[in-house]
């Protein structure tokens, strides 16, 4: 009877400590179900971002004026002009610099060169053509808004209409092609024959 109340008091201490071995395991469980939660949402991938918008190609008719900046000795005037996709631009400060300088555009985007080494690109963008310009070692950006070029226009005009009328020059027939109509010229029978008659008719007499 004296050794039952301590294998009782064992016993409680053995079932106590597997009550709570198993809340420990559950609390774990649980924990380890909302870490992987949270770690699965914050893992989620961010939604796309759109595509960019693409820049208005240039128009097949324009004009754009403008000036360059960062130029030491003050600015220059910069003028384009746009015709059916060829483009004449023309640089000058009014005083020692001055370019011409032609090209094309693709899209939204123009590449013109000069004399030498000079070159011009730009871009289209709301409205607005930038760029940059070089002429001979010096390089500036330049910015021409959509306006009045006269003296690109004048130019341009004059290279559209030289294009025109060597598109339509009608093309001139071979040196030694016959005129239509004419007369074929007489064989090596014919002139047999006439001398052949000249000369029985001068037997006969």
Do not use: H
């Not at 595509?51 to 900046?69: I, K, Q």
């Not at 001979?136 to 006269?150: C, K, L, S």
């Not at 001398?195 to 037997?203: I, Q, S």
């Amino acid at each position: 009877m004296r050794t039952r109340g301590p294998i009782l008091t064992l016993l409680s201490m053995v079932a106590l400590a597997f009550a709570l071995l198993a809340v420990n395991m559950t609390s774990g469980v649980e924990e380890a179900t909302d870490a992987n939660v949270r770690a699965a949402g914050t893992t989620t991938a961010p939604p796309a971002a759109p595509p960019p918008v693409a820049s208005p190609a240039f128009p097949e008719l324009a004009s754009y004026a403008g000036r360059t900046s960062g130029r030491k000795a003050g600015e220059a005037t910069v003028e384009i002009a746009i015709r059916n996709g060829a483009v004449t631009a023309y640089l000058c400060d009014g005083k020692k610099l001055e370019s011409w300088l032609q090209g094309s555009v693709k899209g939204s985007a123009m590449t013109l060169r000069g004399k030498g080494t000079d070159e011009l690109t730009g871009t289209l963008r709301d409205g607005t053509v930038s760029g940059a310009v070089s002429v001979g070692a010096a390089r500036w950006q330049f910015t021409a808004a959509r306006g009045q070029a006269p003296t690109a226009e004048k130019r341009a005009a004059k290279a559209a209409a030289a294009t025109e009328r060597n598109a339509i020059k009608p093309t001139a027939p071979p040196l030694n092609a016959p005129e239509p109509n004419a007369p074929e010229p007489a064989g090596p029978d014919a002139a047999s024959t006439a001398t052949t008659g000249a000369t029985t008719w001068g037997a006969g007499q």
